[in-house]
């Protein structure tokens, strides 16, 4: 296990005595294969269909997996935006870590975790680390938090339904077996 990880269970705080890191998630289960979902939610490009506010994603140069690191601009109350993601941690098709440059919370941390489930299908669940400011509502910043988890899964399942529901079923005559489409 990752000494991040260890660091990060709900309820245990650093040797420094930071704060305690937190966890919210969301989950829901998709009729699709989890190397589907994961080559939806993992291109930066396709971020501007999961997030509203997202205008543009591509990835920054570099290498794919640990240290890769995907660009965002999004635009908040008319003002642009430019962020990024940096993958800390990474089993590529089934988990990734992922940590924003310049976030206000130096704990914070994405969590996207994606199970095969018995009927070929798969539960993404998508997570949030992070620790409370001091003076913060505690329920509502839970709310909040899990609340973007919940839109997040909600739209990779509506999605990944639309894109499985338009996509063309191999003809009996074709030759074609559905492995190969």
């Given at each position: ?21 937190h966890y919210v998630s ?156």
């Amino acid at each position: 296990m990752s000494p991040w990880f260890e660091r990060c269970r709900p309820g245990v705080r650093t040797p420094q005595g930071a704060p305690v890191v937190h966890y919210v998630s969301a989950e829901t289960s998709i009729g699709a294969a989890r190397q589907q979902i994961w080559d939806f939610i993992k291109p930066p490009e396709n971020s501007v269909l999961l997030d509203p506010r997202v205008v543009r994603g591509f990835p920054a140069p570099g290498h794919e997996g640990v240290g890769e690191v995907r660009v965002f601009i999004s635009v908040h109350d008319g003002v642009e935006h430019v962020s990024a993601l940096e993958d800390v941690h990474e089993i590529p098709g089934e988990l990734a870590i992922t940590r924003s440059f310049g976030a206000m919370d130096p704990a914070a941390r994405g969590r996207d975790f994606l199970k095969v489930t018995d009927d070929g299908g798969t539960i993404p669940e998508h997570g949030l680390h992070f620790t409370l400011p001091g003076d913060s509502d505690q329920f509502q910043y839970y709310e909040r938090h899990r609340g973007y988890c919940q839109q997040y899964v909600e739209r990779v399942k509506s999605l990944m339904e639309r894109i499985q529901a338009n996509k063309p079923e191999p003809s009996s005559d074709s030759g074609i077996t559905p492995s190969e489409t």
